[in-house]
């Protein structure tokens, strides 16, 4: 568009560099990281499972391990905490879909309930992992 | 070719009505996932080591091998669908219109590598 011309003292929109944290950004932001690293690290690590798997026990043996030792683990750590994050930001999503949770106040509480809620899934599904077996 | 009428300029460039579609496949997909993941979230936990042995047998049962095809299928979908808004917002001009063909191609790809594994498991060829 051109630029306006004779409405100078019309508003300006807030630009990049005015805005601060809301737990909505913050939500929102990780919702696209978790989701596009489990597209590519989710995604890699699932086809060399099950393609190791059909390969025979060799390929598997490599595979468990890359994935057993420290790196695997972080890795591992990593797609686990992307996935509970993305579910419960989904679900989030999900409730907002039909309309529900817009109210400031409760849109905050949802938003930090979903980060949080994402970060204690991934502690207690390793604590399973490493502890219960 | 000039600048065209106002009405000429915007003509062909707005919405493709693909949007809706878009829109509720994520979503559908997203349920699947929802349900599928879960279920291999809980398939993991449960198994007493992640031996050959148990992972092929887990695998190779007719259960598990067709909800993995079926998570294979779900999840790629949405994360293809994922990618594509997300590079929509980042990317520009032609480079935007190569890149989503090789996301496409891709996705499909590798979902087709998955799934045959996942057979080649089922029917016991490994």
Do not use: C
């Not at chain 1, 005015?18 to 939500?27: H, T």
């Not at chain 1, 890699?44 to 043996?61: D, M, N, Q, R, T």
């Not at chain 1, 905490?81 to 529900?100: C, E, K, P, T, Y």
């Amino acid at each position: 568009m051109a630029h306006p011309k004779g409405n100078a003292a019309r508003p300006l929109s807030p630009h990049l560099s005015i805005w601060k944290w809301s737990p909505a950004m913050a939500v929102s932001i990780l919702h696209r990281v978790s989701g596009n690293g489990l597209a590519v690290a989710g995604v890699a690590v699932l086809l060399w499972f099950v393609g190791a798997i059909a390969s025979g026990p060799a390929a598997y043996e490599t595979f468990a391990a890359v994935m057993g030792s420290p790196i695997g683990i972080i890795v591992l750590i990593g797609i686990s905490w992307a996935f509970f994050n993305h579910l419960m930001s989904g679900i989030r999503h999900l409730v907002l879909d039909v309309g529900a949770g817009y109210e400031v106040d409760r849109n905050n509480r949802w938003s930090t309930i979903s980060i949080l809620l994402g970060i204690l899934l991934t502690v207690l599904f390793w604590a399973v992992i490493l502890f219960a077996k | 070719m000039g600048n065209g009428t106002r009405i000429g300029r915007v003509r062909g460039l707005g919405s493709s009505h693909q949007g809706a579609h878009h829109w509720l496949l994520q979503r559908f997909t997203a349920v699947g996932n929802l349900l599928l993941v879960l279920w291999l979230v809980f398939s993991l936990l449960a198994m007493p080591d992640y031996s050959y042995g148990t992972v092929y047998g887990w695998l190779s049962s007719p259960f598990a091998a067709t909800a993995m095809v079926l998570l294979i299928v779900s999840t790629f979908w949405h994360a293809r669908l994922g990618m594509q808004v997300m590079m929509e917002d980042y990317l520009h001009g032609a480079n935007r219109f190569a890149v989503l063909l090789l996301l496409n191609l891709a996705f499909v790809a590798l979902g087709v590598f998955g799934v045959v594994s996942v057979i080649r498991i089922a029917l016991g060829g490994a």
